[in-house]
Protein backbone atom coordinates (compact mmCIF):
# COMPACT_ATOMS: atom_id res chain seq x y z
CA UNK A 1 0.00 0.00 0.00
CA UNK A 2 3.15 2.35 0.29
CA UNK A 3 1.55 2.87 -3.58
CA UNK A 4 -0.70 5.40 -1.97
CA UNK A 5 1.74 7.41 -0.85
CA UNK A 6 3.85 7.08 -3.86
CA UNK A 7 1.07 8.44 -6.00
CA UNK A 8 0.16 10.96 -3.89
CA UNK A 9 3.89 12.65 -4.29
CA UNK A 10 4.00 11.75 -7.76
CA UNK A 11 0.56 13.50 -8.53
CA UNK A 12 2.19 16.80 -6.21
CA UNK A 13 4.91 17.32 -8.37
CA UNK A 14 2.85 16.38 -11.68
CA UNK A 15 0.86 19.77 -10.57
CA UNK A 16 3.79 21.90 -10.57
CA UNK A 17 5.85 20.61 -12.97
CA UNK A 18 4.92 23.43 -15.52
CA UNK A 19 5.49 25.93 -12.52
CA UNK A 20 8.36 28.17 -14.18
CA UNK A 21 8.10 31.37 -12.18
CA UNK A 22 11.18 32.23 -10.26
CA UNK A 23 14.87 32.49 -10.96
CA UNK A 24 18.56 30.67 -10.92
CA UNK A 25 20.56 32.37 -8.60
CA UNK A 26 23.24 34.42 -10.32
CA UNK A 27 25.56 35.56 -7.80
CA UNK A 28 27.36 32.88 -8.16
CA UNK A 29 27.93 32.04 -11.83
CA UNK A 30 28.10 28.15 -11.83
CA UNK A 31 24.79 28.21 -10.03
CA UNK A 32 23.51 29.79 -13.32
CA UNK A 33 24.50 26.94 -15.20
CA UNK A 34 22.67 23.82 -13.41
CA UNK A 35 19.07 22.82 -15.52
CA UNK A 36 16.42 24.89 -14.04
CA UNK A 37 13.61 22.04 -14.70
CA UNK A 38 15.21 19.62 -12.18
CA UNK A 39 12.28 18.71 -9.77
CA UNK A 40 12.50 16.33 -7.23
CA UNK A 41 11.10 15.30 -3.56
CA UNK A 42 12.15 12.96 -0.88
CA UNK A 43 9.60 12.10 2.17
CA UNK A 44 12.02 9.52 4.84
CA UNK A 45 9.73 8.33 7.45
CA UNK A 46 11.01 8.35 11.20
CA UNK A 47 11.82 4.59 10.73
CA UNK A 48 13.99 5.11 8.13
CA UNK A 49 11.38 3.86 5.14
CA UNK A 50 12.11 6.91 1.75
CA UNK A 51 9.35 8.12 -0.98
CA UNK A 52 11.25 9.00 -4.00
CA UNK A 53 9.94 11.62 -7.02
CA UNK A 54 11.41 12.58 -10.09
CA UNK A 55 14.69 14.08 -9.73
CA UNK A 56 15.80 12.07 -6.83
CA UNK A 57 19.36 11.01 -7.92
CA UNK A 58 20.01 14.33 -9.19
CA UNK A 59 23.08 15.89 -6.91
CA UNK A 60 23.19 19.75 -5.97
CA UNK A 61 24.67 22.23 -3.71
CA UNK A 62 23.45 22.43 0.06
CA UNK A 63 24.15 25.81 0.00
CA UNK A 64 22.22 27.53 2.93
CA UNK A 65 20.58 24.57 4.02
CA UNK A 66 23.87 23.71 5.90
CA UNK A 67 23.44 26.02 8.29
CA UNK A 68 21.55 24.62 10.69
CA UNK A 69 23.55 21.20 10.73
CA UNK A 70 26.79 23.31 10.87
CA UNK A 71 24.90 25.27 13.87
CA UNK A 72 23.86 21.75 15.92
CA UNK A 73 27.47 20.74 15.07
CA UNK A 74 28.77 23.75 17.12
CA UNK A 75 25.98 23.30 20.22
CA UNK A 76 27.41 19.65 20.43
CA UNK A 77 31.14 20.34 20.58
CA UNK A 78 30.79 23.24 22.29
CA UNK A 79 27.96 23.35 24.49
CA UNK A 80 24.86 26.27 23.93
CA UNK A 81 27.10 28.82 26.92
CA UNK A 82 29.86 29.60 24.41
CA UNK A 83 27.56 29.47 21.25
CA UNK A 84 24.85 31.48 22.47
CA UNK A 85 28.17 34.06 23.51
CA UNK A 86 28.49 34.28 19.77
CA UNK A 87 25.49 33.92 17.75
CA UNK A 88 21.86 35.41 18.84
CA UNK A 89 18.60 33.37 18.41
CA UNK A 90 16.14 36.02 17.07
CA UNK A 91 14.29 36.13 13.59
CA UNK A 92 15.99 39.45 12.11
CA UNK A 93 13.66 39.73 9.38
CA UNK A 94 16.54 40.72 7.21
CA UNK A 95 17.50 39.09 3.49
CA UNK A 96 20.18 36.09 3.95
CA UNK A 97 23.20 37.90 3.12
CA UNK A 98 22.67 41.29 4.94
CA UNK A 99 25.66 42.75 6.36
CA UNK A 100 24.23 43.34 9.88
CA UNK A 101 24.18 42.22 13.59
CA UNK A 102 22.25 42.69 16.80
CA UNK A 103 23.01 46.37 17.81
CA UNK A 104 23.51 45.79 21.54
CA UNK A 105 25.48 42.44 21.36
CA UNK A 106 27.24 43.09 18.27
CA UNK A 107 26.96 39.36 17.55
CA UNK A 108 24.78 37.39 14.69
CA UNK A 109 20.95 37.84 15.26
CA UNK A 110 20.82 34.12 14.48
CA UNK A 111 22.40 31.38 12.64
CA UNK A 112 20.55 31.06 9.79
CA UNK A 113 21.63 33.94 8.47
CA UNK A 114 25.28 34.46 6.49
CA UNK A 115 26.40 36.36 9.95
CA UNK A 116 25.47 33.59 11.83
CA UNK A 117 26.64 31.05 9.74
CA UNK A 118 29.90 31.92 9.34
CA UNK A 119 30.17 32.50 13.07
CA UNK A 120 29.24 29.24 13.54
CA UNK A 121 31.71 27.65 11.19
CA UNK A 122 34.44 29.77 13.71
CA UNK A 123 33.28 27.88 16.85
CA UNK A 124 34.11 24.19 15.30
CA UNK A 125 36.80 22.83 16.66
CA UNK A 126 39.85 22.30 14.90
CA UNK A 127 43.66 23.29 14.84
CA UNK A 128 43.33 24.07 10.60
CA UNK A 129 40.50 24.76 8.01
CA UNK A 130 40.54 21.24 6.70
CA UNK A 131 40.30 19.88 10.10
CA UNK A 132 37.31 21.99 11.09
CA UNK A 133 35.96 21.05 7.83
CA UNK A 134 36.34 17.60 7.70
CA UNK A 135 34.34 17.58 11.05
CA UNK A 136 31.36 19.72 9.34
CA UNK A 137 31.55 17.11 6.43
CA UNK A 138 31.34 14.18 8.58
CA UNK A 139 28.51 15.24 10.77
CA UNK A 140 26.68 15.79 7.50
CA UNK A 141 27.81 12.20 6.29
CA UNK A 142 26.66 11.32 9.42
CA UNK A 143 23.47 12.34 9.29
CA UNK A 144 22.83 11.70 5.71
CA UNK A 145 23.77 7.88 6.42
CA UNK A 146 25.85 8.21 2.69
CA UNK A 147 29.48 10.13 2.38
CA UNK A 148 29.25 13.28 1.30
CA UNK A 149 31.28 14.96 -1.18
CA UNK A 150 32.55 18.38 -2.47
CA UNK A 151 31.26 19.86 -5.58
CA UNK A 152 34.73 21.01 -7.06
CA UNK A 153 33.17 23.15 -9.60
CA UNK A 154 30.81 25.20 -7.21
CA UNK A 155 33.32 25.62 -4.82
CA UNK A 156 35.81 28.18 -6.41
CA UNK A 157 33.23 29.55 -8.01
CA UNK A 158 31.69 30.97 -4.00
CA UNK A 159 35.25 31.67 -3.31
CA UNK A 160 35.50 33.70 -6.41
CA UNK A 161 32.22 35.68 -6.16
CA UNK A 162 32.31 36.08 -2.09
CA UNK A 163 32.89 39.68 -1.37
CA UNK A 164 29.84 40.36 0.46
CA UNK A 165 30.31 37.39 2.80
CA UNK A 166 34.01 38.62 3.08
CA UNK A 167 32.65 42.04 4.18
CA UNK A 168 30.58 40.05 6.97
CA UNK A 169 33.50 37.88 8.51
CA UNK A 170 35.72 41.23 8.96
CA UNK A 171 32.68 42.84 10.34
CA UNK A 172 32.42 40.10 13.05
CA UNK A 173 36.04 39.43 13.66
CA UNK A 174 36.36 43.18 14.25
CA UNK A 175 33.71 42.73 16.98
CA UNK A 176 35.39 40.29 18.49
CA UNK A 177 33.18 37.35 17.66
CA UNK A 178 35.34 35.55 15.42
CA UNK A 179 38.58 34.37 16.79
CA UNK A 180 40.08 32.90 14.19
CA UNK A 181 41.39 33.98 10.34
CA UNK A 182 38.42 35.20 8.75
CA UNK A 183 39.62 34.03 5.25
CA UNK A 184 40.62 30.70 6.42
CA UNK A 185 37.03 30.11 8.18
CA UNK A 186 35.38 31.55 5.16
CA UNK A 187 36.78 29.18 3.06
CA UNK A 188 35.44 26.17 5.39
CA UNK A 189 32.24 28.24 4.75
CA UNK A 190 32.53 28.04 0.77
CA UNK A 191 33.03 24.54 0.79
CA UNK A 192 30.55 23.89 3.53
CA UNK A 193 28.15 25.48 1.10
CA UNK A 194 29.80 23.22 -1.92
CA UNK A 195 28.97 20.23 -0.64
CA UNK A 196 26.92 17.51 -2.71
CA UNK A 197 23.46 16.60 -2.02
CA UNK A 198 20.36 14.98 -3.23
CA UNK A 199 16.38 15.38 -1.85
CA UNK A 200 17.12 12.04 -0.41
CA UNK A 201 20.15 12.99 1.55
CA UNK A 202 18.26 16.21 2.72
CA UNK A 203 15.15 14.23 3.56
CA UNK A 204 17.20 12.07 5.64
CA UNK A 205 19.43 14.58 7.49
CA UNK A 206 16.20 16.21 8.12
CA UNK A 207 14.92 12.92 9.57
CA UNK A 208 17.97 12.41 12.18
CA UNK A 209 16.42 15.82 13.32
CA UNK A 210 13.11 14.59 13.56
CA UNK A 211 14.16 11.59 15.60
CA UNK A 212 15.58 13.84 17.82
CA UNK A 213 19.39 13.50 16.73
CA UNK A 214 19.75 9.56 15.75
CA UNK A 215 20.00 9.19 11.73
CA UNK A 216 17.21 6.73 10.54
CA UNK A 217 19.61 4.72 8.25
CA UNK A 218 22.38 3.05 10.73
CA UNK A 219 20.02 4.22 13.81
CA UNK A 220 23.54 6.06 15.62
CA UNK A 221 22.78 8.97 17.56
CA UNK A 222 24.74 11.87 15.90
CA UNK A 223 23.34 15.16 18.14
CA UNK A 224 21.62 15.14 21.52
CA UNK A 225 18.28 15.61 22.28
CA UNK A 226 18.73 19.07 23.58
CA UNK A 227 20.66 20.31 20.53
CA UNK A 228 18.03 19.00 18.34
CA UNK A 229 15.39 20.92 20.23
CA UNK A 230 17.46 24.26 20.03
CA UNK A 231 18.22 23.62 16.37
CA UNK A 232 14.35 22.76 15.61
CA UNK A 233 13.53 26.15 17.12
CA UNK A 234 15.45 28.12 15.45
CA UNK A 235 14.68 26.77 12.17
CA UNK A 236 11.15 27.61 13.18
CA UNK A 237 11.57 31.31 13.70
CA UNK A 238 14.58 32.09 10.95
CA UNK A 239 14.95 28.99 8.74
CA UNK A 240 12.80 30.98 5.58
CA UNK A 241 14.41 34.27 6.35
CA UNK A 242 12.43 37.10 5.99
CA UNK A 243 9.47 34.89 4.41
CA UNK A 244 9.49 32.71 7.70
CA UNK A 245 6.03 33.86 9.09
CA UNK A 246 4.07 32.77 5.74
CA UNK A 247 6.30 29.36 6.26
CA UNK A 248 5.31 28.65 9.53
CA UNK A 249 1.61 29.92 8.77
CA UNK A 250 1.49 27.95 5.76
CA UNK A 251 3.53 25.07 6.32
CA UNK A 252 4.09 24.57 10.07
CA UNK A 253 7.27 22.84 9.73
CA UNK A 254 10.82 23.57 11.17
CA UNK A 255 12.73 24.10 7.97
CA UNK A 256 15.73 25.46 6.10
CA UNK A 257 16.34 26.74 2.11
CA UNK A 258 18.89 27.49 -0.07
CA UNK A 259 19.88 29.30 -2.84
CA UNK A 260 20.99 25.90 -4.91
CA UNK A 261 17.24 25.03 -5.01
CA UNK A 262 16.84 22.70 -1.85
CA UNK A 263 14.56 22.81 1.38
CA UNK A 264 15.00 20.69 3.55
CA UNK A 265 11.85 20.70 6.44
CA UNK A 266 11.06 18.65 9.52
CA UNK A 267 8.01 17.20 11.35
CA UNK A 268 9.26 16.29 14.73
CA UNK A 269 8.87 12.32 15.76
CA UNK A 270 7.04 11.46 12.07
CA UNK A 271 9.24 12.38 9.15
CA UNK A 272 11.67 14.71 7.19
CA UNK A 273 11.28 16.11 4.01
CA UNK A 274 13.82 16.98 1.05
CA UNK A 275 12.51 18.75 -2.19
CA UNK A 276 14.80 19.92 -5.02
CA UNK A 277 13.70 22.72 -7.63
CA UNK A 278 16.47 26.00 -8.17
CA UNK A 279 14.33 28.76 -9.57
CA UNK A 280 14.20 30.66 -7.02
CA UNK A 281 11.55 33.39 -5.89
CA UNK A 282 12.78 37.15 -4.64
CA UNK A 283 13.66 35.88 -1.00
CA UNK A 284 16.06 33.15 -2.25
CA UNK A 285 13.88 30.33 -1.51
CA UNK A 286 12.80 27.90 -4.44
CA UNK A 287 9.56 28.65 -5.63
CA UNK A 288 8.12 24.82 -6.61
CA UNK A 289 9.96 23.81 -3.14
CA UNK A 290 7.63 26.43 -1.03
CA UNK A 291 4.32 25.13 -3.00
CA UNK A 292 5.19 21.89 -3.05
CA UNK A 293 5.54 21.41 0.63
CA UNK A 294 2.72 23.53 1.28
CA UNK A 295 0.50 21.06 -0.87
CA UNK A 296 2.49 18.18 1.58
CA UNK A 297 1.36 19.84 4.79
CA UNK A 298 -2.14 20.88 3.30
CA UNK A 299 -3.08 17.27 1.97
CA UNK A 300 -1.26 15.19 4.87
CA UNK A 301 -2.02 17.21 7.70
CA UNK A 302 1.74 17.91 8.87
CA UNK A 303 1.56 21.51 10.04
CA UNK A 304 3.63 21.00 13.55
CA UNK A 305 0.43 22.55 15.57
CA UNK A 306 -2.01 20.14 14.67
CA UNK A 307 0.20 17.15 16.16
CA UNK A 308 -1.23 17.53 19.68
CA UNK A 309 -0.03 14.07 21.16
CA UNK A 310 2.57 11.52 20.30
CA UNK A 311 2.55 10.90 16.73
CA UNK A 312 4.03 6.65 16.67
CA UNK A 313 2.91 3.50 15.19
CA UNK A 314 -0.56 2.76 15.93
CA UNK A 315 -0.21 -1.14 16.02
CA UNK A 316 -1.37 -1.84 19.33
CA UNK A 317 -1.68 -5.74 18.61
CA UNK A 318 -1.50 -7.82 15.54
CA UNK A 319 -2.98 -11.18 15.77
CA UNK A 320 -4.64 -14.04 12.78
CA UNK A 321 -8.03 -14.63 14.48
CA UNK A 322 -8.53 -17.84 11.87
CA UNK A 323 -6.68 -19.24 8.92
CA UNK A 324 -5.89 -16.26 6.58
CA UNK A 325 -7.75 -13.39 8.45
CA UNK A 326 -5.34 -10.68 10.23
CA UNK A 327 -6.86 -8.52 12.58
CA UNK A 328 -4.54 -5.31 13.33
CA UNK A 329 -5.86 -3.52 16.51
CA UNK A 330 -4.81 0.60 15.96
CA UNK A 331 -5.13 2.60 19.16
CA UNK A 332 -4.19 6.53 20.11
CA UNK A 333 -4.32 9.33 17.49
CA UNK A 334 -4.27 7.98 13.86
CA UNK A 335 -2.36 10.48 12.01
CA UNK A 336 -0.05 10.69 8.28
CA UNK A 337 3.08 9.26 9.72
CA UNK A 338 1.21 6.07 11.74
CA UNK A 339 -1.37 5.23 9.23
CA UNK A 340 1.61 5.06 6.67
CA UNK A 341 3.47 2.77 9.10
CA UNK A 342 0.17 0.82 9.54
CA UNK A 343 -0.64 0.47 5.83
CA UNK A 344 2.93 -0.40 5.05
CA UNK A 345 3.00 -3.33 7.91
CA UNK A 346 -0.34 -4.87 6.00
CA UNK A 347 1.66 -4.41 2.33
CA UNK A 348 5.07 -6.46 4.30
CA UNK A 349 2.50 -9.03 5.25
CA UNK A 350 0.08 -9.64 2.63
CA UNK A 351 1.57 -12.70 1.87
CA UNK A 352 0.45 -14.48 4.85
CA UNK A 353 -3.34 -13.67 4.95
CA UNK A 354 -6.23 -13.74 2.40
CA UNK A 355 -8.44 -10.71 4.81
CA UNK A 356 -6.51 -7.75 6.96
CA UNK A 357 -9.07 -6.16 9.07
CA UNK A 358 -7.80 -2.60 10.77
CA UNK A 359 -9.59 -2.55 14.33
CA UNK A 360 -10.68 1.47 15.03
CA UNK A 361 -12.16 0.86 18.92
CA UNK A 362 -9.24 2.27 20.55
CA UNK A 363 -8.30 5.09 18.10
CA UNK A 364 -9.03 8.38 19.31
CA UNK A 365 -8.83 10.37 16.16
CA UNK A 366 -7.81 10.36 12.60
CA UNK A 367 -6.94 12.72 10.59
CA UNK A 368 -7.65 13.62 6.89
CA UNK A 369 -4.53 12.05 5.58
CA UNK A 370 -4.85 8.82 7.55
CA UNK A 371 -8.95 8.95 6.97
CA UNK A 372 -8.32 8.73 3.00
CA UNK A 373 -5.54 6.45 3.78
CA UNK A 374 -7.29 3.63 5.55
CA UNK A 375 -10.11 4.08 2.59
CA UNK A 376 -7.47 3.46 -0.01
CA UNK A 377 -6.28 -0.03 1.73
CA UNK A 378 -9.43 -1.73 0.41
CA UNK A 379 -8.87 -1.14 -3.34
CA UNK A 380 -4.99 -2.35 -3.02
CA UNK A 381 -5.69 -5.43 -1.85
CA UNK A 382 -8.72 -6.16 -3.72
CA UNK A 383 -5.48 -5.39 -6.52
CA UNK A 384 -3.98 -7.94 -5.21
CA UNK A 385 -6.38 -10.48 -4.83
CA UNK A 386 -6.89 -10.06 -1.23
CA UNK A 387 -9.35 -7.79 0.56
CA UNK A 388 -9.41 -5.58 3.77
CA UNK A 389 -12.08 -4.32 6.12
CA UNK A 390 -12.02 -1.87 8.91
CA UNK A 391 -13.78 -2.43 11.64
CA UNK A 392 -14.84 1.35 13.36
CA UNK A 393 -17.93 1.13 15.69
CA UNK A 394 -17.57 5.14 16.38
CA UNK A 395 -17.61 6.14 12.67
CA UNK A 396 -14.27 8.08 12.99
CA UNK A 397 -14.04 7.55 9.04
CA UNK A 398 -15.55 10.32 7.40
CA UNK A 399 -18.72 9.02 5.67
CA UNK A 400 -17.01 9.89 1.91
CA UNK A 401 -14.35 7.67 2.86
CA UNK A 402 -16.21 4.62 4.76
CA UNK A 403 -18.07 4.90 0.79
CA UNK A 404 -14.26 3.66 -0.81
CA UNK A 405 -13.61 1.29 2.35
CA UNK A 406 -15.49 -1.75 3.67
CA UNK A 407 -16.35 -0.75 7.23
CA UNK A 408 -18.35 -2.89 9.55
CA UNK A 409 -19.49 -1.60 12.96
CA UNK A 410 -18.49 -4.65 15.13
CA UNK A 411 -15.39 -7.09 14.60
CA UNK A 412 -17.59 -9.89 14.01
CA UNK A 413 -19.72 -8.36 11.14
CA UNK A 414 -16.25 -8.15 9.91
CA UNK A 415 -15.40 -11.97 10.51
CA UNK A 416 -18.59 -12.93 8.89
CA UNK A 417 -17.68 -10.78 5.74
CA UNK A 418 -13.61 -12.38 5.97
CA UNK A 419 -15.51 -15.93 6.33
CA UNK A 420 -17.56 -15.17 3.20
CA UNK A 421 -15.06 -13.38 0.85
CA UNK A 422 -12.57 -16.55 1.86
CA UNK A 423 -15.49 -19.45 0.81
CA UNK A 424 -16.00 -17.51 -2.33
CA UNK A 425 -12.59 -16.93 -3.72
CA UNK A 426 -11.80 -20.82 -3.41
CA UNK A 427 -14.89 -21.84 -4.91
CA UNK A 428 -16.42 -23.00 -1.83
Known sequence: ????????????????????????????????????????????????????????????????????????????????????????????????NEISVDETTKAPKNPMINAGAIAAVSLVPGTSADERFDQIRDFYSACAGRELTVDDDIYPSEKATGSRNRAIAYMLQSFGVLDGDPDEILDVYFRQCSIKVTTTDLAQMAATLARGGIDPVWGRRVAAAAVVQRTLSVMVTCGMYDAAGDWVSAVGMPAKSGVGGGIAAVLPAQLGIGVYSPLLDDKGNSVRGVKVCRDLSAGLGLHFLSVTREARSTIRDAYDAAAGVRIYELHGDLLFAGAEQVLRTVDEECDGFDV?????????????????????????????????????????????????????????????????????????
Not at 44 to 69: C, H, M, N, W
Not at 403 to 414: E, M, N, S, Y
Open 356 to 428: AILELSRVDDVNDAARRMLAGMHESLTAAGKEGYVVDPDGTLAATDAAQARVFGTLDGALRAAQSFQRTSSGG
Open 1 to 96: MAELVQRYLDQILAEHADDTGGALADYIPELTRVDPDGFGLSLSLADGYVYESRDTALEFTIQSVSKPFTYALALDRLGFDAVDAKIGVEPSGEAF
